[in-house]
């Protein structure tokens, strides 16, 4: 396993100081409200997507400057970099990062050291030399503490280089018993590595600049890139070359010297990692749908370098990970046998405790739950474990030496991916963003040329917006409700606001109002019918529904018919007709009739569960889910908002077995989410379900927590039949993003449905709905710019 796996998961860094001036943030009023132009950001950003790079390592830049030169040992191999050394020394007489932060002291001291070692090897930079002991000298102390951030390596590469430069001749300004001390430490940390054979030997040789003549160099190269380097370290590469010259090694370093001219970063080449990184964090904040060109294109290139089987991507574990996250479900055919080599239990543990990188446990953990296969049962065994060291991470509260926000780990063990809703989850990453933050590896590092800055101030405007559009739209919901005098029905649950969020939270850019809208008020209509099929005594009063509804004549108001059949036929009527209209001006033909099928669809699979609770019928489980997949009433909520996705749905599209396939199966993880939460209350009002079926159907044999466990395995199975069929491309006639809205739908059901019944029992749903639709976005962030930024974003 590649030690790169601990690659950066940091945003791409800015200066914390620097104002909304300084930003270019063009802000204007109009009243008492602040609006940001998005358009400078969304093309600056837009520009840099191909510059991405990482900043300058003091480090790495050290190491490469004490290689000699193959044909006069006496003389640097790289002169340049000393010269970059020199230049580059800050004031208090530390190598670092421009952006000093405290809790990377070990960082400094194990970069300065470097440089000073470097410096007196080749005896250049006195003066240099000198500030530099200085510094070590007055924050040795933090050597020890246990509260501050370690490199990678540290207590193994730390006392090796005190070592080397007692041996060159510094004086260096430490207590030989304090030397000793850290000594022991490097003995018992190399003890402590001893656990799988192969992981301490990549873990060992990633630092093996730490380990000296101790290390057998030619076990190292077996390390070595087709690129040359070891582990694309350039301190690791250069380590090697001190102790067993190899030309492509050297060819790797002078590749470097030709790039950066007098510098290296501590990662090289990491392309790949960086821009699904970018990624990454962009469809995190939501703001995605202003670069699918960049990233399609990023997409497309990843997609080539993973059918050639690159280095870059194979070689290291998160890059792999979050690749095959990404391309699949992007609609890319990848295999999870790029990940089979962790379905070994010892090899999984003992790797990822030599490591100790939470950030790849978490991209591992996201990549096993993209299953798409029956038989991907590897999948299935790293989702296990990844989730048992992350939950153990979270237990203990530490995170195992990185920078990583805990509150994602959290996040990410409460949501999973069939849980998560993107509106959720770009207001979590909106408020727990972290500007200006490095990573550290062996030592620390930034991204830049992207700033964080424009991206958060591009998300926090389109988070914004959306919401102030979707308090208006539920306004206008309830304006609606109130006008059909569907909240005159005293049977009818009034859940607007949730079938508004369901809504919201997955259609959730400005410009799908329309889809919105439909999937909200359609919800609406169909809890309404639900509740008028499931109160309903009367037979002959839902008989003049159905009759109305196979007529569906403009002339049904010159009929009688009881009050509450009069409000939901004309709610049907007027709405569906209004949809339905609007729908087929935007796709050139009548659709009308197609929304009228799906209601009828429907209510004659409500009238059968009716007659079953009406008159005690028992169905056979075969019939019951025939029926309740239907009654679930997910086609009449979909349907009409899918031909507010796209300009072109066709017929034939729907009337395919695809799309009835994709119906199918979300509505079996609907109406069997719901049978598992709503078992007790079910049964309370005298109506069966997959649960009561299965136990009454086994005469005895079937608990009922052993009906539920059977449940759960078929909801998993069509839960991944059904992500399949959404990221498969090759032979599918309906458009990705009507598809992705049967996802989408499939990801709410399971959030509702997560803990109990969300829908009937809402108390744990409320601070849900309030987070996406109601409650202003809140920060944590110290960088006074950002304050200032949330301040004038929230008036």
């Known amino acids: 396993m590649s030690p790169s796996l601990q690659i950066m998961h940091s945003v791409i860094a800015v200066a914390p100081n620097c104002t909304l001036t300084d930003l270019g943030c063009k802000m204007h009023r109009s009243g008492n409200k602040t609006y940001m132009c998005q358009g400078g950001s969304i093309e600056r950003i837009s520009r840099q997507f191909q510059k991405v790079q990482l900043s300058a390592s003091s480090y790495d830049t050290a190491w490469v400057a004490m290689v000699p030169s193959p044909t006069s040992p006496n003389h640097p191999c790289f002169p340049q970099f000393l010269d970059w050394i020199i230049k580059h020394q800050h004031s208090d007489g530390s190598w670092r990062l421009n952006h000093a932060q405290p809790s990377l002291i070990k960082d400094y001291l194990s970069s300065t050291l470097a440089c000073i070692i470097a410096l007196e090897r080749w005896k250049v930079g006195q003066e240099q030399v000198r500030k530099g002991l200085n510094f070590i000298r007055s924050n040795f102390s933090s050597i020890l503490d246990e509260r501050l951030q370690s490199p990678i390596g540290f207590d193994i590469v730390f006392p090796r280089m005190l070592k080397y430069a007692i041996d060159i001749g510094l004086d260096v300004p430490i207590e030989h018993h304090e030397i000793d001390n850290m000594l022991r430490r490097q003995n018992a940390e190399l003890h402590r590595e001893q656990g799988s054979c192969n992981a301490r030997e990549t873990y060992l040789a990633y630092v093996a600049e730490g380990l000296g003549n101790l290390h057998d160099w030619k076990e190292t190269m077996k390390h070595q890139l087709k690129n040359g380097s070891l582990f694309n370290s350039a301190a690791t590469t250069a380590a090697a070359m001190m102790h067993h010259y190899d030309s492509k090694a050297h060819e790797y370093l002078h590749s470097l010297r030709l790039k950066f001219h007098s510098l290296v970063p501590t990662l090289y080449a990491v392309d790949v990692h960086t821009h699904l990184h970018l990624i990454d964090t962009i469809e995190k904040l939501g703001i995605a749908e202003h670069f699918r060109h960049e990233i399609k294109s990023i997409l497309d290139k990843t997609y080539r370098s993973w059918l050639l089987e690159e280095e870059e991507i194979h070689s290291d574990v998160a890059t792999c990970a979050m690749a095959f996250r990404l391309l699949r479900l992007n609609g890319y055919d990848v295999s999870s046998d790029c990940l089979s080599r962790l379905v070994d239990e010892d090899y999984f543990n003992n790797a990822l405790q030599g490591y100790k990188d939470v950030n790849t446990l978490l991209e591992l953990y996201k990549a096993s739950q993209i299953k798409i296969f029956p038989n991907e049962q590897g999948l299935d065994k790293l989702a296990s474990w990844s989730r048992m060291f992350l939950k153990e991470v979270l237990s203990t509260n530490r995170n195992l030496g990185h920078q990583i926000d805990l509150k994602e780990v959290d996040y990410a063990l409460k949501f999973s991916i069939w849980s998560n809703v993107e509106r959720l989850k770009h207001k979590s990453t909106i408020e727990n963003f972290t500007l200006g933050n490095s990573h550290a590896l062996k030592t620390s590092c930034e991204r830049y040329s992207i700033k964080d800055s424009d991206l958060v101030r591009l998300a926090l405007d389109s988070f914004r917006t959306s919401q102030r559009k979707y308090q208006e739209e539920l306004q206008m919901l309830d304006n609606w409700v109130q006008d059909s005098k569907l909240d005159q029905l005293e049977f009818a649950r009034q859940k607007q606001t949730f079938c508004y969020f369901s809504a919201a939270a997955t259609l959730f850019s400005p410009g799908m109002s329309d889809a919105r809208i439909s ?65 087929s001006v935007l796709q050139k033909r009548a659709i009308t009739h197609h929304l009228v099928e ?194 004038h974003i929230n008036i």
């Not at 009050?563 to 949809?579: G, K």
Request: aromatic share 8%; charged share 25%; with cysteine.
């Open 519 to 583: 999937y909200a008020k359609s919800s609406v209509l169909a809890t309404v019918v639900d509740d008028f099929f499931d109160n309903g005594e009367s037979i002959e009063e839902l008989q003049d529904l159905i009759s109305l509804v196979e007529k569906w004549d403009a002339n049904w108001e010159k009929e009688t018919h009881s009050e509450q059949v009069n409000i939901i036929f004309s709610a049907l009527f007027h709405t569906i007709n209004e949809l339905g209209t609007k729908a």
């Open 598 to 791: 799906a209601w009828l669809r429907l209510i004659n699979c409500m009238m059968k569960e009716a007659e079953w609770r009406i008159t005690k019928e028992v169905p056979s489980l075969d019939e019951y889910m025939k029926n309740g997949f239907v009654s679930f009433a997910l086609e009449p909520v979909i349907l009409p908002a899918l031909y507010f996705l796209v300009p072109e749905l066709p017929e034939a599209a729907v009337r395919n077995t695809e799309y009835e396939n994709l119906l199918r199966l979300v509505s079996i993880c609907g109406r069997l989410l719901n049978d598992v939460q709503g078992f007790q209350r079910e049964c309370e009002e005298g109506k069966v379900n997959a649960v009561s079926l299965r136990v009454l159907h086994s005469a005895g044999s079937t608990s009922e927590e052993e009906a539920k466990q059977q449940i759960q395995g078929e909801i998993e199975s069509a839960r991944t039949e059904l992500l399949r069929m959404v990221v498969q491309q090759e032979g599918s006639v309906v458009p990705r993003p009507c598809k992705d809205l049967f996802w989408k739908t499939c990801k709410i059901l399971h959030l509702f449905y997560m803990n109990n019944d969300g829908f009937t029992s809402p108390k744990e749903m409320v601070r849900t709905v309030d987070a996406v639709i109601h409650e202003p976005i809140k920060t944590k962030l110290k960088s006074p710019w950002l304050r200032s930024l949330f301040i």
